[in-house]
């Protein structure tokens, strides 16, 4: 079955960048989504379609990718940033969504 | 302003049906396609099925297909998730959320399944 693979922890400090990764086979061939979500609340999208922000997404967030995987960068780290971050891709199909297990971003 | 709204959430024995709504406002929601997605108690998430407008075709995750049905009442501006022979797994918040680019979620609602 498809699958999506990302870390399950990043650490940073305060005005670093943090960069986390998504792989899956299909990537290729489909768009990637990432959302964050904070404790006790739904889940918000930052990145759609790879590389676009939402309207009211902080510019400091962005996507890219590369063959197989896909990459959300946090430029300039903010402690309200801690939350963790599931990337989302449909299979080749485009009929069955899949999520990655999430990445725990800390800002230490 | 678009919202959405579930409501249908609680306590039900395995085995037990349920029958969740999610109210929708704020865009046309009868041009909408729709998705259901849940997240067990400190588990990541999972998505359940989706529903697309028209027709109102639908998809589902394996985990949930044969014992669940997404369906939509135009009319009421309103997405369902009727689940059937419900197991202790299926104990999760359940989201209902637009299918577009940006999406939008409700707030979710608690399925708990346990007896």
């Known amino acids: 079955s498809y699958e999506l693979t990302q870390p399950p922890s990043v650490s940073v400090s305060p005005g670093q960048t943090a960069r986390i990764t998504c792989s899956g086979d299909e990537m290729p061939r489909q768009y990637a989504y990432w959302y964050q979500q904070k404790p006790g609340q739904a889940p918000v999208m930052v990145i759609y379609?790879?590389?676009e922000r939402p309207s009211g997404i902080p510019e400091r967030f962005s996507g890219s990718r590369s063959g197989t995987t896909v990459t959300l960068t946090i430029s300039g780290v903010q402690a309200e940033d801690e939350a963790v971050y599931y990337c989302?891709?449909?299979?080749?199909?485009?009929?069955?969504?899949?999520f990655g297990g999430g990445t725990m971003l800390t800002v230490l | 302003e678009v919202q959405l709204v579930e409501s249908g959430g609680g306590l039900v024995k395995p085995g037990g049906s349920l029958r969740l709504s999610c109210a929708a406002s704020?865009?046309?929601?009868?041009?909408?396609?729709m998705n259901w997605v849940r997240q067990a108690p400190g588990k990541g998430l999972e998505w359940v099925g989706r529903i697309k407008s028209d027709v109102g075709t639908t998809d589902y995750a394996a985990s949930v297909k044969g014992r669940f049905t997404i369906s939509r009442d135009d009319s009421k501006n309103t997405l369902y998730l009727q689940m059937n022979s419900l197991r202790i797994e299926d104990t999760a918040v359940y989201y209902c959320t637009t299918i577009s680019d940006p999406d939008y979620w409700g707030q979710g609602t608690l399925v708990t399944v346990s007896s």
């Open positions: 989302q891709s449909p299979d080749t199909s485009d009929t069955y969504q899949m």
């Open positions: 704020g865009f046309p929601f009868r041009n909408a396609w």
């Open positions: 379609k790879d590389s």
